[in-house]
Structures are given as C-alpha cells and as structure tokens.
C-alpha cells in the first residue's frame, strides 16, 4: 500500500462574503456543503485526510466584529472569531483579568500555529480536546451568532451536543465570544496531560476555576470542567455541588477528585485506554483543586 | 473549482499571481514562485519545516490557503540572507540534515523580533513546533543565542 504522506487539499471553491448578511444567506443556500473557516488549523487537517470534504470554504475572518479584542470593565471582554490565539495570550487585560484563558490558549500546539488558531475556532470545532474550552465553560463564556434571522446569543453551556455537533445551525457564523467580568479574587489552573509536555493534544485535562462566595457553606465556589473524557467538553457538576456544601479540607477536595473520576466516561484511544483516563483525571482535578485552593488562601 | 488573483509580496519582490481555491502558501511558494527554501514536511501543522513569516509573524504555511493572502507580505528563509541567526546556526553545528533548518530559523527570527533577548525555556517554546528529526537541538538553542547576543 502506498500512503500519500503530503497530501494536498482536496478540490474546493474559496469564497470570501462581503458582509454576514452575505455570508449566512450563502452559507444557508448551500447547507451541507459549505463551511464557515477561520484559521482552519482543524479543518486543513480532517480534510487532507479525507473526513471533511466541503465543497464551499467561507472565509469569515474579515466580517464585522470579527477583529476585535475589547475589555470593558463593566462588561467584561469580547474576543472576535478571527482573533489568533497568540494575540489573546499576549493581550495585557487578558493576562490580568482573564489568566486563565492565556494559559489555555499558551497550551496549544505551537507558536505558528497560534498564529492562526483561534478561540472561537476552537469552540465551534466542539472537539472534547479543545484545550481553551474548558476556560471559556467555567467563564461563562457566550457566543455572538450571526444567522439566517439575524444576531442572537448563544451561552456554552448549553452549546455542545456531541463531538463536533452543536447548537449552530446552516448559515450560523459565530462573530465573537463574550465572558463577563469574572468573579472577584478567582483564581484557575488548567493542567493538561499529553504525550509530551508541550504542544500535544490532551491525554486528559481538567480546569478549575474557584471564586470566593460567602453564600455557600464551604465559602468558595469551584467550577470544574474535564476534556477528552466524553463526547462534550465535561462540567463535573457533582464535585462542584459536593464542594460547595461543606468545608473545603484535603479530604473534600480528594472526594471532589473521585467524584469526577466516576462522572467521566472516556474512550479508548491511541492517546490512551479509558481506565487510565479516569484515574488521571482524579489525579489531575486533586492537584488542580488544591493547587486553586492554595493560591485563594496563600 | 475557482482561480483567485492576488497580490503578494515575497521576501520583497511584488508578485501577481493566480491561484486555485485548495492551494496553499507553501506550494505558491514553492511550485509557482519556485522558493524551494520552505519544505514540505508534515502537511498538517506539525512539524513546522514549512514555517515562514505572514506579515510578520510565523506560521505554518501549509495551513494558510493562498487565496488568503491577497495584499499578504510574506518572508521566506531566502528573505534571511545575511541575518546572524544564519551565520549562527552554521557555526553552532545546529544543520544536519538539513530540512527543519528553514523553518527554525523563520521561528527563531520571528522570537528575535518579538523579544530580543530571550532565555533557553523560552526559546525552546518558540521552537516547540519546528521538530528536528536528526534531534539537534541543542546547538540549535545555543545558535539562537548567540544570534541574540549578536544583534543586541
């Protein structure tokens, strides 16, 4: 068998709208065979290996509201579909309001490919892995969609169906993603586990996000979100509730752990077998809690 | 499937080309523009031999359609004629084979630019997505600095 190791892209027409107005009336008209595409670092890849085969690549990167990357500090920020990761990372308001989105973002791939990946890309893509995904979940993180009907939101949490599915529709095209100000004096980690320890996809991941809240018997609030262990990026809603009702000590912390552990339901794969997927991601929910925690109370 | 004309500037020189939906930067470069310099290693944003800078900064360009790139400036390893990270690399010892040296060097320039006076971790991230079959990188990192030190 003879493996063609640089193959080029299948055949497709290249179109570039003028508006979104445009873009969502073609996109419509040709649903089912026509992509929207931002940096393409994904699409590139399923179609030189033949899963993708759209007959029409919209190119939305240049539409309004796309480029922008806004901080308000009564609103919060807004981050345009076709902004590229490394200018998320490099963003002085993101690193001090938002740290735990640039360190997301710093997790992918390399620095060339950041150049053209972007978070909006990586969301819509709707791939467990998704490395900022995670971040943009437990910042409550909302999509600017523009359609058929005009604009609407969309909240993540209610986004993704399934590996690659969600709530967009043919003609949809995400325009921006909005986080509001985040909670005051929160702190987050995201530890990713691959095969080396820079640039891989994830074995497994796990985000938390914890805040203080004086409303909640263990005084903190704590977000949790798994990748790679399901067919949708995982909020592990037991542990959080269970950390919310007591005091938070070592043990608490280690019964959260174990709760996500159990609430997982990883695959066997060439990056690693589904056991071992569930053991680490109580190993790594242990470290990345008590690792917020001690940050929260230095 | 269309033709898409544009206007690119390569290494400085002003090229109207015409070209096909599913082409992309690199095999413009070069198929058309005949700048062998930028390798094709990987096709799939891996391996990085194909790195050269779009308007200034690095990416893979075999992940950027060239229909993208209308009024695009592009640097290739070419367009790094004379710069010290060559001489660099040379005296280092940091070439092998070969065949990664025009992508790391586009990566280790576009790090240069950006921070003039980088420390070894962070040259190694810069790095992280240039991979090095013959696995020479440490002389590869002791180029760049020297390349640093030399532009200060």
Known sequence: ?298 | MSFHEIQITVNGVHERVSVKSNQTLMLLLRETLALTGTKNGCSAGECGACTVLLNGEAVNSCMVLAAECDGAEVITVEGLAGDPLQDAIIRHGGVQCGFCTPGVLISARALLNRNPNPNDEEIKEALVGNLCRCTGYVRIIEAVKEAARLQV
């Open chain 1, 1 to 298: 068998m003879v493996t063609d190791t640089h193959p080029t892209l299948p055949e497709f027409d290249y179109f570039r709208p003028e508006s979104l107005q445009e873009a969502s009336a073609f996109l419509a008209q040709h649903a089912g065979e026509a992509r929207p595409f931002l940096g393409g670092t994904d699409l590139f890849v399923r179609m030189r290996d033949g899963a993708l085969v759209p007959r029409y690549l919209v190119d939305v990167k240049h539409l309004e509201g796309t480029d922008e990357l806004r901080f308000d500090p009564q609103h919060g920020l807004t981050i345009g579909a076709a902004v590229c990761m490394n200018r998320v990372i490099a963003s002085p308001e993101v690193r001090r309001v938002y740290p735990l989105l640039a360190e997301a973002c710093r997790s992918v791939a390399s620095h060339q490919l950041r150049t053209r990946a972007t978070v909006v890309g990586n969301v819509c893509n709707a791939s467990p892995a998704g490395d900022t995904i995670g971040a943009c979940l437990a910042l409550d993180g909302v999509l600017n969609v523009h359609g058929t009907g005009g604009p609407r939101q969309e909240p993540l949490s209610a986004f993704f169906l399934g590996p690659g599915k969600t709530k967009l529709q043919p003609g949809d095209i995400v325009t921006s993603i909005h986080f509001p100000l985040p909670p005051l004096g929160c702190a987050g980690t995201y530890l990713k586990l691959g095969r080396n320890r820079l640039s891989d996809l994830s074995i497994v991941a796990v985000t938390v996000l914890a805040a203080p809240d004086p409303g909640l018997p263990s005084g903190c609030r704590f977000r949790i979100v798994l990748a790679s262990v399901a067919p949708v990026p995982l909020v592990a809603a037991q542990a959080e509730e269970y950390l919310a009702n007591r005091p938070v000590t070592s043990d608490s912390i280690a019964e959260a752990a174990r709760l996500a552990g159990a609430a997982c339901k990883p695959i066997d794969d060439i990056r690693g077998s589904a056991r071992y997927r569930k053991s680490m991601v109580k190993n790594l929910t242990e470290k990345a809690l008590t690792a917020v925690w001690n940050q929260l109370h230095p």
